[in-house]
């Protein structure tokens, strides 16, 4: 039982370079996310997508795009890298997006760098 | 939108000293609050958490309290130690997703 997992864990790009972070897990979650974590913004919500075949935009959408593959994977695509989207990035999953859902698991994150 | 505010946004203490770290939340209808925990190079892991029907909620060295009423809920950790080293982050649930505080990093000076 691996949990969420997502790769690659450290990637370099140039800008305007393309990239997809792949995030899969294995505890048969409904909803899934992902989140950037910049230094003193803490974890800010970039897409969801609350069951399978469904995506939303979270609080920081421009620049990426997602696809909820099926129920176990969740990719996130920058199309067109900026030195803006250097971060931190984590993949997490729960049970139901809901508001009687509880524990969010994350992902072991995995840092971007745009030059 | 919903909206977390959390304070202080670094901390230290002395080692065997107690911690809080508050938040103030603006969606009155949140009704799950959770604490996460973040070691350096880590991924956030959930300590503890507190529904709506219960002002507080213990777990040997950590509490959370609620004031729903007041739209803000504190962590304490009691008699710190050098572990406890790490950033902070409290969290509300929205409708559909959680919405994080700013996270606060917290240093146990020995």
């Not at chain 1, 075949?53 to 969740?74: A, I, M, Q, W």
């Not at chain 1, 199309?79 to 969010?104: D, H, I, K, M």
């Not at chain 2, 103030?24 to 507190?50: C, H, M, V």
Request: charged fraction near 20%; aromatic fraction near 10%.
């Amino acid at each position: 039982n691996a949990g969420v997992t997502q790769t690659p864990k450290f990637q370099v790009l140039k800008t305007g370079q393309s990239m997809t972070l792949q995030c899969a897990q294995d505890m048969n979650h409904n909803s899934m996310y992902w989140y950037r974590q910049d230094p003193g913004m803490g974890l800010r919500l970039i897409y969801y997508s609350a069951s399978e075949g469904t995506t939303d935009k979270g609080e920081v959408p421009n620049g990426y795009n997602v696809s909820r593959l099926n129920k176990r994977e969740f990719s996130l695509r920058l199309e067109s890298a900026a030195p803006s989207q250097t971060s931190v990035y984590f993949c997490a999953s729960r049970q139901n997006a809901g508001r009687n859902t509880g524990e969010l698991f994350f992902g072991e994150g995995s840092r971007l760098t745009v030059l | 939108g919903e909206n977390v505010e959390q304070h202080p946004s670094t901390l230290s203490v002395q080692e065997g000293d107690s911690a809080v770290i508050k938040c103030t939340y603006s969606d009155s209808a949140s009704n799950y609050f959770p604490w996460y925990k973040q070691e350096l190079g880590k991924r956030p892991q959930l300590i503890i958490d507190i529904r709506s029907n219960v002002g507080e909620k213990k777990d040997q060295r950590i509490a959370v309290t609620l004031n729903k009423t007041a739209k803000h809920f504190s962590l304490h950790i009691t008699e710190t130690q050098p572990e406890d080293s790490a950033v902070y982050f409290c969290a509300t649930q929205g409708a559909q997703k959680l919405v994080f505080g700013q996270g606060t990093r917290l240093t146990i000076n020995p």
